[in-house]
């Protein structure tokens, strides 16, 4: 089996030989390095966490039989959507995944909401109606979670159209998948998105697995360089360390930069993983029990709390008492769920058409 | 009622939409038109001849053989503020982009609990009789029919044809237009500036007592053919025009049915589970009792659509086999 071992720094064919920390000598002065103010670099480790006891929350709500369906959860991935979605404003777009948990909390989702959608209730995103892979906030420029893998793809292109059309400065981010890297549409909207020079980002999340399938048995990929493909389009690429946030941060906004100014579409690939299964239930057959566990060293929370803490931007008290905030928020989330009143079934057949 | 002289042009079929098209354009800089060839080519079967020259590149935007990027990228055009009109040359294509359309477009607004509307056309060519064989000739009105969320028209003159694309810009819905390639060139009297047929009425081309025969697109003309075929026997047919495929107007079948008491449906379609099936279940289940014979149906065989003319003649239904299936109810 290929190496999945993580690695500190990345490198241009996707970060798979494992090299020790490069970028991690430049962590002591983060406000320097990345020109995020100290509230900001915060932000993103607030975000973090509450993406973290989200999903949290979401498995054991699965496992006691009180979120029904599929769930997706995204724990050991928050620094990719907190990475990026820091780089974006209100009024810029993202599509996101089945695993679209983060995106959305990360773009400025609210949890109650999404805690009342993913108990079905009538208060939720969706009335209801679309439970955890369909999440969308219009009013934040979330473009829906997806269950079709590639399903956000066209949209986000579209999107992007939009604001060239209409004259506006907003940029696309189209979150998808190793998995989705295979799928025939991202040939499509890449080709064209690069002929009408949109300003989109095409933001990859590698973390090793489409469900079951391992990325060394499905992506034909030299080196495993999924930035690569992207070199088909004349579409500039890079790769960066999905587990440190201001790795996803510097990379996706050098790319969302780009596409602001007119520069046209990029592909960003953020080698990540996934703590958990594929869904919460998933036996994970498909993979050594020990595989996870260097890179859980490299959780991004616990790492980017402690970089605060050595650059003297928190203490370690702060960085308890804003994971008992999290979990806070997240208890409250799931009390207004709870509380709220189950859909009227004499409602189920509106909003099919506007 | 006052009757105000409308002004008319005489036009193809093809050019009423594109004249539809560019009424709107002209009234909405959102609206803009997306497909493969239908800059200065004017589309793959000319519809859009033309349009590029008034509103240019940006509006008539030429792209890649991409069909999944085509309607794809409308779906987040139109959840992003614009109103794109998608061109796939063929319904036949519809097999490509199902995903974006079934699973995107249509479900959009109610998995986002109606927080979205997707304001987009997706324009294809429909039907057989030009020898273009089984992908490029199919009549897949049934399969948007099936999918919630989706409008379908089928226009069968001009000025519908008008009508209906303007109509199908200003919904808030997607909708999906469907242009019959042998009607593109027929000829008709047009109202010229804005004009709109509402999505979901159909039309009595001709009114009679004895049988009702309901049609759309290509089909349209035959019924008639058949209609005038039958008066010279004696028989008086009433014939209905669906225009549109969803949302069904039930009341103007049954309401003419209350008054001829026998259906037959005509459709190129194939039989199975074609629209016409939907139209006689809810005329049993509505309307049985207005029914005084077996409800029939006129449709092309479950086969692919075939290349011989002579085969291909033989698949479609026509006017003499419209006025034997009336003629066996009576």
């Known amino acids: 089996m290929a190496d999945q071992r993580p690695q500190g720094k990345t490198n241009a064919a996707g970060g798979r030989s494992p090299k020790a920390g490069g970028r991690k000598a430049k962590a002591a002065k983060l406000v320097e390095t990345t020109g995020l103010r100290p509230d900001e670099l915060i932000g993103l480790l607030q975000r973090m966490m509450l993406i973290r006891e989200f999903e949290e929350e979401c498995a054991r709500l699965y496992r006691a039989g009180r979120i029904r369906g599929v769930t997706h959860t995204y724990q050991g991935q928050e620094a990719v959507a907190v990475g990026v979605c820091s780089t974006l404003n209100v009024s810029d777009f993202i599509t996101s995944t089945h695993r679209g948990h983060a995106h959305v909390i990360a773009k400025g989702g609210d949890v109650n909401l999404m805690m009342a959608e993913l108990l079905g209730k009538a208060t939720g995103y969706c009335k209801g109606r679309g439970g955890s892979m369909h999440i969308a906030d219009m009013s934040q420029g979330i473009l829906g979670a997806n269950g079709i893998v590639g399903g956000g793809m066209g949209i986000a292109v579209g999107a992007a159209l939009s604001s060239k059309m209409l004259g506006r400065d907003t940029v696309a981010v189209c979150f998808f998948g190793d998995g989705a890297m295979n799928q025939g549409i991202l040939h499509e909207v890449s080709n064209i998105a690069a002929c009408w020079n949109l300003p989109v980002v095409f933001l990859c999340e590698n973390n090793f697995y489409g469900m079951s399938a391992s990325v060394e048995d499905t992506l034909a990929c030299k080196e495993m360089n999924l930035a690569g493909r992207a070199a088909a389009y004349d579409i500039p690429a890079a790769t960066c360390d999905g587990m440190d946030v201001i790795d996803v941060h510097l990379a996706t906004r050098a790319a969302v930069e780009r596409a602001r100014g007119g520069g046209g579409p990029s592909y960003v690939v953020c080698t990540t993983y996934r703590f958990l299964g594929h869904h919460v239930g998933d036996p994970l057959t498909y993979r050594d029990k020990s595989a996870v566990d260097p890179w859980r060293l490299r959780d991004p929370i616990p790492n980017f709390a402690g970089r605060l803490v050595a650059d003297n931007l928190a203490t370690r008290e702060q960085v308890d008492r804003w994971e008992a905030e999290a979990k806070d928020a997240i208890a409250r989330a799931l009390a207004f769920a709870e509380e709220s009143p189950d859909p009227d079934p004499s409602n189920l057949t509106e909003d099919v058409f506007a | 009622m006052t009757t105000q002289a409308i002004k008319t042009t005489t036009m193809t079929y093809g050019q009423a939409v594109c004249d539809g098209m560019a009424v709107e354009m002209r009234r909405d800089p959102t609206i803009y038109v997306a497909g493969e060839d239908v800059g200065m ?284 299936a009336v003629l066996s109810l009576l």
Not at chain 2, 270 to 297: M, N, Q, S, W, Y
């Open chain 2, 41 to 324: 080519f004017g589309g793959g079967l000319g519809v859009t001849l033309g349009l590029i020259d008034e509103f240019g590149p940006k509006r008539v935007r030429n792209t890649p053989l991409s069909e999944t990027a085509i309607v794809g990228h409308a779906v987040g055009a139109a959840m992003a503020g614009l109103r794109p009109i998608a061109e796939i040359m063929f319904d036949d294509f519809l097999g490509i982009v199902l995903d974006e359309l079934g699973n995107q477009a249509a479900k959009a607004r109610y998995m986002f609990g109606g927080k979205v509307a997707i304001p987009m056309v997706l324009r294809a060519s429909c039907g057989a009789g030009i020898r273009a064989a089984a992908q490029h000739s199919q009549s897949l009105e049934a399969w948007c029919a099936h999918v919630p969320g989706l409008k379908t028209v089928a226009p069968s003159t001009p000025v519908d044809a008008k009508g209906l694309i303007i109509a199908a810009v200003r919904d808030d819905n997607p909708v999906v237009f469907l242009e019959h390639k042998t009607l593109l060139n027929i000829q008709g009297e047009v109202p010229e500036g804005e004009y709109i047929v509402p999505i979901g009425k159909a039309e009595v081309k001709r009114q009679g007592g004895d049988v009702t025969i309901v049609a759309w697109s290509a089909m349209v003309a035959q019924a008639l053919a058949a209609a005038e075929a039958l008066a010279a026997e004696g028989v008086s047919a009433e014939v209905i025009d669906l225009r549109t495929i969803v949302p069904f107007d039930k009341e103007a079948v049954l309401e003419s049915v209350a008054k001829t008491n026998r259906l037959v449906i005509v459709h190129e379609a194939v039989r199975t589970a074609g629209f016409g099936a939907e139209v006689a279940a809810v005329v049993a289940g509505e309307g049985l009792d207005l029914l005084d014979a077996p409800i029939v149906r006129v449709t092309a065989p479950d086969t692919p659509v075939p290349f011989s003319p002579v085969l291909e003649d033989a698949y479609l239904p026509n006017a003499d086999k419209i006025k034997a």
